[in-house]
């Protein structure tokens, strides 16, 4: 059933076309953003600066949670006079609503390019989806991971009936295709799992996943993909690289509905309990004698999709995936590199900032970079571009703090905390960076700016005196 086959004999007037997902209607183009191929709400929000005065918002913390695509919200926003319930719902809205879910799950399946068998289970996030996939490994699985992943790639193995080896550092592709390799080649028969990013949420720095897979698969192991950094900037294709399974987080993905995706083989999924008990995953319940309960359990999606369904998240993100399909990853990557090696070149003219990476310089990125600056507490760089510029960037340990404490010359096993503990000493000792991160509608003129700030801000100072408060480094009352 299609979104306009509902009912058949309903006016065509009583589905707004843009709720279609085959007729998405064109978003308009946002004033500040003219040079961004995908115009995305909030390019024109004014921030106050600690001097009063007001200025457009830039923001460059796109790889912690990417704005809105306004095309993205005019779908939701057409969609939301039809909300209804997901499932087994009798009337005209619930049918609707059941089929536009079901069909972003399609669309979702298609934006991946899955394999026929594979399922997409909408879970809350990629974190959510990777805790999903670690509740369903079988017992006495061996779980790789590198040290260099995010946590939500990091800890979810961490469980009973799972053996979790972390793998140091790779400081090229070809030593991490090796490490995979040779631990699975050293391990014991049985079940085993390679977990690993498509892209770095610290470097940005793109991994050889389609090589890392062969040689998983080479010894029998399966893999899991943490796309999130990875699929808003260039094409996944699940069949070509050869993965099991993907995740991937709708608000990274220019669709901040609080939706995520798991999508991948169905064998362990089905095998395994549901992700979470309740209406929906269960197909009968019967009580028993003496009050016992006997419940069958669906198979497929929603064995794990549990309670009412996200329908709107499940629709935003449906509603990206074709927008950036429909805007070509060719030409999207095309100007993000632009974008990317005119960072890289203005960083470069800043005295004492160093750019973290792992595979070298030369190595291919998306729109994801983290630096220090020598002399410079990074949470204080990052107060002030906020505070005296209106610029958002991220910094501290990017919930990579095994990676970044490496990057920076500790070690993997060296506590640190994000924060600002120190950030009253603006040239004390800390293993933090600052990152920088954008997309799909970043206008060229927010890059532009952060370089002007940045150089002011190293050869002048800054502006205000700053203090930390709450772990944070925050500008005082007072001028410098």
């Not at 594979?118 to 809350?124: G, L």
């Not at 064998?267 to 009968?284: C, H, I, K, V």
């Amino acid at each position: 059933m299609t979104v306009r086959s509902a009912y058949a004999a309903a006016p065509a007037a009583a589905v707004p076309t843009a709720v279609a997902p085959t007729a998405v209607a064109p978003a308009a183009a946002a004033p500040a953003a003219a040079d961004a191929p995908l115009p995305v709400l909030g390019t024109d929000v004014e921030v106050p600066l600690a001097d009063g005065r007001r200025v457009p918002y830039a923001a460059l913390d796109q790889a912690a949670s990417a704005p809105a695509l306004r095309r993205v919200w005019d779908d939701v926003a057409a969609y939301a006079p039809l909300y209804g319930s997901v499932h087994r719902g009798a009337g005209y809205l619930s049918q609707l609503s059941t089929d536009l879910f079901e069909e972003s799950r399609r669309t979702v399946a298609a934006f991946l390019d899955l394999r026929d068998g594979d399922q997409v289970v909408f879970t809350r996030s990629t974190t959510d989806s990777l805790n999903l996939l670690a509740s369903a490994v079988p017992a006495g699985t061996r779980v790789l991971v590198f040290e260099t992943e995010h946590h939500a790639a990091l800890l979810p193995w961490r469980r009973e009936g799972i053996t979790l080896t972390c793998l140091p550092a790779p400081r090229s592709p070809q030593q991490a295709v090796a490490a995979v390799e040779e631990a699975l080649a050293d391990g014991p028969d049985g079940p085993a799992l390679l977990c690993v990013t498509g892209a770095s949420n610290v470097t940005g720095e793109v991994w050889p996943v389609a090589e890392l897979a062969a040689a998983a698969h080479r010894h029998g192991a399966r893999v899991v993909l943490d796309a999130a950094q990875l699929a808003p900037h260039e094409r996944v294709s699940v069949r070509e690289l050869g993965v099991d399974w993907a995740a991937f987080s709708g608000h990274k993905l220019y669709a901040p509905f609080g939706a995520g995706v798991l999508a991948g083989r169905a064998d362990w999924l089905d095998a395994a309990e549901p992700y979470l008990a309740g209406g929906g995953a269960s197909r009968t319940v019967a009580r028993q004698a003496g009050g016992a309960l006997a419940v069958d359990w669906h198979r497929g999606p929603a064995r794990h999709e549990a309670g009412s369904p996200n329908v709107v998240g499940a629709h935003a993100v449906a509603s990206a995936c074709r927008a950036l399909t429909q805007a070509g990853f060719e030409a999207l990557r095309a100007r993000e590199q632009r974008l990317l090696a005119r960072l890289r070149e203005g960083l470069a003219e800043v005295p004492g900032v160093r750019v973290l990476t792992l595979f070298g310089e030369d190595h291919p990125r998306v729109g994801v970079l983290s630096f220090t600056v020598r002399g410079w507490n990074s949470s204080h760089v990052a107060a002030a571009l906020s505070a005296e510029y209106g610029i958002g960037v991220r910094d501290g340990l990017f919930c990579a703090h095994p990676l970044v404490r490496t990057l920076l010359g500790g070690t993997g096993e060296e506590p640190s905390a994000c924060g600002a503990p120190d950030a009253s000493l603006p040239g004390g000792r800390s293993l933090n960076a600052v990152r920088v991160s954008f997309g799909a509608g970043t206008p060229d003129e927010h890059v532009e700016r952060f370089l002007a700030a940045l150089r002011e801000l190293v050869a002048e100072g800054a502006r205000w005196s700053y203090r930390t408060e709450g772990g944070r480094c925050v500008p005082d009352t007072r001028r410098r």
